[in-house]
């Protein structure tokens, strides 16, 4: 599944773009009024592109599971129930397009 590994390959791009211009520590953590609470450093803005990855590896692994024990290794195309899978990465996606300008103090709105 092209589409998972395309969605990891952003968020890393992202990742070491953001590694680059960012300046010492990396904010892991708000509160609830916006305030950081919490740093780190640099290499932790590549938490979510990790939690994106090893969810990516989980979700072809049971969908590969999934078509074997079906029956349904032949088709080459994606099956309703693998969709919930690139579903979860988008969100992953788009929470990691979100959250890792702000971990190093890029606000882009």
């Known amino acids: 599944m092209w589409i998972m590994r395309g969605l990891d390959a952003v968020l890393v791009i ?8 960012s300046h010492g520590r990396v904010v ?6 916006g305030v950081v609470d919490a740093t780190g450093p640099r290499y932790m803005v590549f938490t979510i592109p990790v939690v994106l990855v090893v ?3 989980v979700s072809l692994w049971l969908a590969r599971r ?11 195309v994606m099956l309703a129930n693998e ?3 690139v ?3 988008v969100v992953l ?3 990691g397009l979100i959250t890792m300008p702000l971990q190093v103090g890029l606000h882009l709105f």
Request: aromatic fraction near 10%; charge should be positive.
């Open 14 to 21: 992202v990742g070491l773009v953001l590694l680059v211009v």
């Open 28 to 33: 892991t953590h708000w509160n609830g009024n």
């Open 55 to 57: 969810y990516g590896e």
């Open 66 to 76: 999934r078509r074997r024990v079906d029956g349904l290794e032949g088709i080459n």
């Open 83 to 85: 969709w919930r899978y």
């Open 87 to 89: 579903g979860g990465a």
């Open 93 to 95: 996606t788009v929470v």
